[in-house]
């Protein structure tokens, strides 16, 4: 009975985590198709922070830097689009 129950609250526990990942990952989706500029902007910045970290030079001494503020801009962008989903939830859409 005991192996019974722990077998049902595993598969309780893992069907919602499961769900709640679908329903944030088609939140980010719909945003993204709200706001397909950002989030071509957070494309582009992921592409140019992969370009600087493999490039044999430091652009001057600004490597680090533009490192550090490119990565400040996609947790910007990317939080201004969870806002934007947590608005838009609140309002049923």
Same mark, same amino acid.
């Given at each position: %009975?005991?192996?019974?129950? +722990?077998?049902? !609250?595993?598969?309780?526990?893992?069907? $919602?985590?499961?769900?709640?990942?679908? +329903?944030?990952?088609?939140?980010?989706?719909?945003?993204?198709?709200?706001?397909?500029?950002? &989030?071509?902007? +957070? &494309? &582009? $910045?992921?592409? !140019? +922070?992969?370009? %600087?970290? *493999? !490039?044999?030079?430091?652009? @001057? @001494?600004? *490597?680090?830097?533009? $490192?550090?503020?490119? =990565?400040? !801009?996609?947790?910007? $962008?990317?939080?201004?689009?969870?806002? =934007?989903?947590?608005?838009?939830? *609140?309002? @049923?859409?």
């Amino acid at each position: %009975m005991k192996k019974v129950i +722990i077998l049902s !609250a595993f598969l309780v526990t893992t069907f $919602l985590v499961t769900t709640a990942f679908v +329903i944030v990952q088609n939140n980010k989706k719909t945003e993204a198709n709200e706001h397909p500029r950002i &989030e071509k902007a +957070i &494309e &582009e $910045l992921n592409s !140019a +922070i992969e370009y %600087m970290e *493999k !490039a044999p030079h430091d652009f @001057g @001494g600004h *490597k680090a830097e533009a $490192l550090e503020d490119s =990565r400040k !801009a996609v947790k910007s $962008l990317k939080l201004a689009l969870a806002y =934007r989903a947590k608005e838009d939830n *609140k309002k @049923g859409k």
